[in-house]
Structure formats: C-alpha cells, structure tokens
C-alpha cells in the first residue's frame, strides 16, 4: 500500500521568509507527484504537477522539487495569501491516488 | 476552461444513501475524467473513484467497492457520485475534480455530507 507523508504536520513562518514542505512516499514514484492549496472554504486549488512544473496562473515564488520518494515544495517568499494546507498527491499508481495528511502553514 | 458545481449540503442518517452532483460548464464534458475525493474533518484526501463519461467507465477505490456509485450524464454535463449504508464515519466534505493527464484541476467547491442520527 502506498502511503505518502508530508512533514511538518503545521509550519510556523513569517511573511517574507521561506517555507519548505516536505513529501516523502513508501515506494518510488518517479515525478510523478503534484501539490495543492487548500484554503477554508474553497476548492483546492493545483500548484506543482510533475513534481517540478507550475500549474498555469501559479506565481514563480512557488516550486517544487524532489524525485522518487522525496519531494519538496518551497515557498520563497510568504504573502499573507500563501498561508494555508498544503497537500502532496501522488498519481504514479493509477488510478489509485494516495495523498499525503497536509501540512498548515501558519503566520508565525 | 471547465468549472465544476457542486451540489448543496446533505444530512443524512445513518444506513441511507446521499446521491451529490458535479456540474461541468466550459469544456467538454464527455472527454474528461472526473474523480471523487472526500476529505473527513481534520483529515487528508481520499480517493474514491473516477468514471470517463465518453465511455461511462468507472473505477473504485476498494474501500468503497460495492457501496459508491459513479455516474455521468452527459445530456446535462453532470457527475453524479452516490454512496450507499452511511455511517457516521462517512461525514466529510466529497469533492469532484477533472483528471488533467493524472493530476486534478480544477476541483469542485466540495459538499459536506453530514451523517448522524
């Protein structure tokens, strides 16, 4: 069974500094990884698709890294509108999508 | 670009059955795959299932083998994802998205379904 799980559980940082999330998957999944945002109340919205590749519309502070088991997701510079769930999604065993618990990114 | 519209809020209890809508405009429907995901409170994503409307093709996660059902009409661009015997353990938000090669974009609003007696 594939489990996929992100780390930290809530990351405090502060407006302006970097934040970085982590994926770790039980099997390898090449790049076949993508990452959401999840605010209250909204439909989740795609980031990161391939592990590494912006979805359209997605500011360039955002990128993703990582292959295999390891992935990454690097905000460099917070805006008050990044803080949110962060999910990790992986499609390499299809189509039996697994996801990761998600990290909060809180204001500290 | 394909929107998708979700139906309202559903309380249920427990050993019914919820039937939740997903609306598609823009786009053509029929060649795009949409999956259901829920996410119970405080919890992650679970996958649930995904159907092609072109071929009204489904296939489901096994947890919920034998209790979901998937469907598309393509007449009106709707999906419709039905779960049957509901348990408590079954409140959650239920999410529709289009499958984009493998990845889900966009994602419907969501619809809590809240089962209790």
């Known amino acids: 069974e594939m489990v996929m799980t992100q780390s930290p559980a809530t990351l405090s940082v502060s407006p302006g500094e970097r934040a970085t999330l982590s994926c770790r998957a039980s099997q390898d999944i090449r790049s076949n990884l993508a990452w959401y945002q999840q605010k209250p109340g909204q439909a989740p919205r795609l980031l990161i698709y391939g592990a590494s590749i912006r979805a359209t519309g997605i500011p360039a502070r955002f990128s993703g890294s990582g292959s295999g088991t390891e992935f990454t997701l690097t905000i460099s510079s917070l805006q008050s509108e990044d803080f949110a769930v962060y999910h990790c999604h992986q499609y390499s065993i299809w189509p039996l999508y697994t996801f990761g618990q998600g990290t909060k990114l809180e204001i500290k | 670009q394909v929107q998708l519209v979700q139906s309202g809020t559903e309380v249920k209890k427990p050993g019914s059955s919820v039937k939740v809508s997903c609306k598609a405009s823009g786009g053509t429907f029929s060649s795009h795959t949409i999956s259901w995901v829920r996410q119970a409170p405080g919890q992650g994503f679970e996958w649930m299932g995904r159907?092609?409307?072109?071929?009204?093709?489904?296939n489901y996660a096994q947890k919920f083998q034998g209790r979901v059902t998937i469907t598309a009409d393509k007449s009106t661009n709707t999906s419709h994802m039905e779960l049957s015997s509901l348990r408590p353990e079954d409140t959650a938000v239920y999410f529709c998205a289009k499958v984009s090669i493998n990845w889900l974009d966009p994602w419907g609003q969501g619809t809590l379904v809240v089962v209790s007696s």
């Open positions: 159907i092609i409307p072109i071929f009204d093709k489904a």
